[in-house]
């Protein structure tokens, strides 16, 4: 009976693991059509036989895209928005989770509630009156403008992420880092931190994301094309003459690279990180 039981668990591990590779390669054939073709000659990319991989290889898209100053300053620009919302979204978030998650706050069932719906609207809801807002105030046109909007929806799946995680943490531990000698600020930062590495990441990662992924708020709040990042500049490759699909290829896997670094390299902590930060208290 147990040998039974033994082969149709190990036929439904298999089964499972052929379904996990059919589903991967469904998922990744895309991403990896979008590569080969960045490293196609125009001839070999629209050639009338079609090849799953480049039979003439070259760097030719790549550099067309690399040399070009226009580029560049896109590629900055979408650093500086994945950056600037980064570190709003920590500065703000991390703090605000801490305090809703360590302290009896008044109202704190009410907080939660206006974040997870904030996690529900859509940009184009928003646009309108923080570009009133901003116009108001002339913060228009800067590198800070779109950040701060981004980072307006990032921080407060900041707080529901940590909130649980800083929660969980024993009060013995805040109570052994003032016996040492350690402040409020000292604490947060020495101990309670460290204790949270696994959400840190995550806020890290996807924030970074959001703002690195932007188009809505940078092209509604910097009309300005020096201000504009990658993701608005794609359409440059289509003209009244056809689409050079290889640098537009060139141009998706640079704008897609950081996504993909990030994800294999920080992965596990992204998942732990997720699963930690969706558990009910």
């Known amino acids: 009976m147990k040998k039974t039981t033994g082969k149709k668990e190990a036929t439904r591990n298999r089964v499972k693991c052929v379904i996990a590779v059919v589903l991967a390669v469904l998922f990744?054939?895309?991403?990896?059509?979008?590569?080969?073709?960045?490293?196609?000659?125009?001839?070999?990319?629209?050639g009338k036989i079609l090849s799953y991989y480049p039979r003439e290889f070259t760097f030719e898209p790549w550099l067309v895209n690399l040399q070009d100053k226009t580029f560049l300053l896109s590629l900055r620009n979408s650093f500086i928005n994945g950056f600037l919302t980064m570190g709003i979204t920590l500065l703000l978030g991390v703090p605000a989770a801490y305090g809703m998650g360590r302290y009896r706050v008044r109202g704190s069932s009410v907080f939660l509630l206006a974040f997870l719906v904030s996690q529900m609207l859509p940009a184009s809801l928003t646009l309108t009156p923080m570009y009133l807002i901003f116009n108001k105030i002339h913060f228009l046109g800067t590198h800070f403008t779109a950040p701060v909007a981004i980072a307006a929806a990032a921080i407060p799946f900041a707080i529901i992420t940590l909130r649980p995680y800083f929660k969980s943490i024993p009060i013995a531990l805040d109570e052994a880092a003032r016996l040492d000698g350690c402040g409020s600020f000292r604490a947060f930062l020495s101990v309670m931190l460290p204790a949270v590495k696994t959400g840190i990441v995550t806020i890290v990662v996807i924030s970074f994301l959001n703002g690195w992924n932007d188009l809505v708020y940078s092209m509604t709040f910097n009309v300005g094309e020096t201000m504009r990042p990658?993701?608005?500049?794609?359409?440059?490759?289509?003209?009244?003459?056809?689409?050079?699909?290889?640098?537009?290829?060139?141009?998706?896997?640079?704008?897609?690279?950081?996504?993909?670094?990030?994800?294999?390299?920080?992965?596990?902590?992204?998942?732990?990180?997720?699963?930690?930060?969706?558990?009910?208290?």
């Open 28 to 46: 990744l054939f895309p991403v990896y059509w979008m590569i080969q073709i960045s490293f196609k000659s125009d001839a070999e990319t629209f």
């Open 230 to 281: 990658l993701t608005a500049n794609i359409y440059k490759f289509q003209n009244a003459y056809g689409t050079k699909w290889n640098c537009i290829m060139a141009y998706g896997t640079i704008l897609v690279l950081p996504v993909i670094l990030l994800f294999v390299f920080l992965q596990k902590y992204i998942v732990g990180g997720l699963v930690a930060g969706a558990v009910k208290d």
